[in-house]
């Protein structure tokens, strides 16, 4: 059974970090472009970062350059998002989802296959 289950949402200051995790299991992961989503009331579903299924490139939505960086362990079958200098506009539901790609070097914000249940990111005083 295809599944990623999303974990490492919470509560955290303003300026504060987060590690949210996406484990994998039911496919070859190796085969699977994996991205971060996130949305929150009212908004629109934003792609902050993908990661080809080699790992090899990555993409960074603008508006969390430099705050968010996403890695992966195919061994591990786990993609991370490492969120630093936490804004209340960060807050919102996050979750990963899978895209086959078989090119190494490729991955999108725009769409994808398979998603997880999410985690609560509130970033908050």
């Known amino acids: 059974q295809f599944q990623l289950v999303e974990s490492g949402g919470g509560l955290v200051q303003p300026g504060g970090p987060l590690r949210l995790s996406c484990a994998a299991s039911?496919?070859?992961?190796?085969?699977?472009?994996i991205g971060w989503f996130r949305q929150a009331p009212g908004k629109e579903r934003e792609g902050v970062a993908c990661?080809?299924?080699?790992?090899?490139?990555?993409q960074i939505t603008d508006s969390v350059k430099g705050r968010f960086t996403i890695s992966r362990d195919n061994v591990k079958r786990i993609i991370y998002l490492q969120l630093n200098n936490l804004l209340p506009e960060d807050t919102a539901d996050y979750y990963c989802?899978?895209?086959?790609?078989?090119?190494?070097?490729?991955?999108?914000?725009?769409?994808?296959?398979?998603r997880g249940p999410g985690t609560q990111g509130t970033v908050s005083s």
């Open positions: 039911g496919f070859k992961v190796s085969d699977y472009a």
């Open positions: 990661i080809s299924r080699t790992g090899e490139y990555t």
């Open positions: 989802a899978a895209e086959s790609d078989p090119r190494p070097s490729s991955c999108t914000l725009f769409h994808f296959e398979h």
